[in-house]
């Protein structure tokens, strides 16, 4: 590449003070993002600040009601984890489907939610469960820090440290994936719990994930697949490429909420 | 320039390179280890993989700073005094190779694959290699040595 230093920190604060005195500095998770960006040219920083050295990231933990998984945990991690099995199905089978077998057992989930790919899974987890975003700063809900395509609220050097997720009653998931490269094309998540019933899409939105007001209205009432059937959503904000032109995308929205709400059996 | 160490098939070793030298090219130049291919060189293909602290990698996506201080296992280190691993024997045996260009990858994952799934269906082991593509193959071949040296490895 083109002579970038490289920092292991060893916590939050060696983290965040090498990120300050860099010139253009980036943290490093999984790598499986940034790296290839920046073999491609599209990213050019000068300082790798890599976080995996932080034991803290590292854990998987359950709080009351709520599970925790740490900013480093990998999407192997996730899919095997007894507790995220045992207290949010939906997820460990999200993070199962990301990618494939190697880009699961380096790429974490703080990396996923941070670059917010319009096509990433994760993303739609956090909306779909009305997850808390923790960094090293504050704590920022989901609703507000998905802000656009490949945007979040982070603030420059702010660091995620964990993501916290309230276990729903039920949750799903479904994605119709490219299959070249897995991301999803269409995913939706939806889940029904305390926090009433949310329905996150991602892989459709021109600006990234987002809620589906329309059906989580109509699931609100009844939370089956016949009360979304034929759903679908406004093709205006839709995503468009070669890979699927917006009416198709928004046609999708409908199918995949509805085997979402299947697959909360 | 950085001093980087780590094992590499059971072997300590040391060796300059820059910090941002990627861990495929860590193996191919500073150590010779060549078995190790690289294919799309986008984190796509496979051809890379190698094993890292026991679970599978694409090393052509990985520095060799990150690597410091792990476990690497490649091509090169999965015979023993000569004698194949029971998945390189499983794949001469079944004919999983033509141009072998995607092999080195496709047998690490492939000892991931049943090291975590010591029975695995054939969807199984079609899901499980995803991560590694073969231009020559059709992959049915392969398919099939893993289930063989799966079963040969359960004993
Ligand atoms: C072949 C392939 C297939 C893939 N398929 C899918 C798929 O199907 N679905 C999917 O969702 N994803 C997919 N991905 C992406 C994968 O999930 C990545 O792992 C993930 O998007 C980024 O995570 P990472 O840990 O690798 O982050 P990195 O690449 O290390 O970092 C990504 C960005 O996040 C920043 N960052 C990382 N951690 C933090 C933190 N804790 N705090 C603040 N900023 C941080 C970095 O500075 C960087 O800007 C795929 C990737 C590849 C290579
Ligand atoms: S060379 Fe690493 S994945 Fe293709
Ligand atoms: S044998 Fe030629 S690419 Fe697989």
């Known amino acids: 590449m083109s002579d970038i230093n490289y920092l292991k920190a060893a916590d939050l604060e060696a983290a965040a003070a090498s990120l300050k005195s860099a010139s253009e500095g980036a943290y490093l998770a999984g790598g499986m993002t940034l790296l290839p960006a920046i073999k491609l040219g599209l990213n050019q920083p000068s300082d790798l600040v890599d976080l995996g050295g932080i034991g803290a990231l590292h854990t998987i933990t359950v709080d009351g009601e709520t599970l925790v998984i740490g900013a480093m945990v990998n999407h192997y991690q996730v899919a095997n984890s007894d507790d995220v099995n045992g207290r949010i199905p939906a997820l460990a089978d999200l993070a199962e489907g990301i990618g494939d077998p190697q880009v699961r057992n380096r790429g974490t989930i703080g990396g996923s939610i941070a670059n917010n790919d319009p096509a990433a899974d994760y993303p ?139 697959a909360c059996g | 320039m950085s001093e980087i160490s780590m094992t590499v098939n059971g072997r300590a070793v040391t060796a300059s390179a820059a910090s941002d030298v990627l861990l495929a090219d860590f193996l191919r130049q500073n150590l010779d280890l060549t078995g190790t291919h690289v294919g799309c060189d986008t984190s796509q293909c496979g051809a890379c993989v190698v094993q890292m602290d026991g679970a599978s990698v694409k090393s052509c996506t990985i520095l060799a700073a990150q690597a410091e201080g792990a476990d690497i296992v490649t091509i090169e280190g999965l015979a023993t005094n000569g004698d194949m691993h029971p998945m390189q024997k499983a794949f001469h045996d079944n004919h999983a190779l033509q141009c072998g260009f995607c092999t080195p990858g496709m047998l690490i994952s492939a000892i991931d694959l049943v090291s975590k799934n010591p029975d695995p269906t054939e969807a199984e082991v079609r899901k499980g290699l995803e991560g590694n593509l073969c231009r020559c193959t059709g992959y049915h071949n392969i398919v099939k040595a893993v289930l063989a040296a799966a079963q040969d490895m359960r004993g």
């Open chain 1, 124 to 262: 739609a987890a956090c909306l779909g469960l009305g997850a808390t975003i923790i960094t090293n700063q504050r704590e920022i809900a989901a609703d507000d820090f998905f802000t656009g395509l490949l945007e979040t609220a982070l603030e420059d050097g702010e660091i995620i440290t964990a993501v916290s997720f309230p276990v729903p009653e039920k949750a799903g998931y479904a994605k119709l994936q490219n299959p070249a490269s897995r991301f999803a094309l269409v995913g939706v998540f939806v889940s029904s719990g305390a926090g009433g019933v949310r329905v996150a899409v991602t892989g459709a939105g021109a600006s990234g994930v987002f809620r589906a007001s329309d059906a989580e209205a109509a699931l609100s009432g009844d939370f089956s697949a016949s009360a979304i059937a034929g759903a679908s959503v406004a093709e205006g904000g839709m995503l468009s490429d070669i890979h699927a032109a917006a009416d198709y995308r928004a046609h999708l929205v409908g199918v995949m909420a509805a085997r979402a709400v299947e």
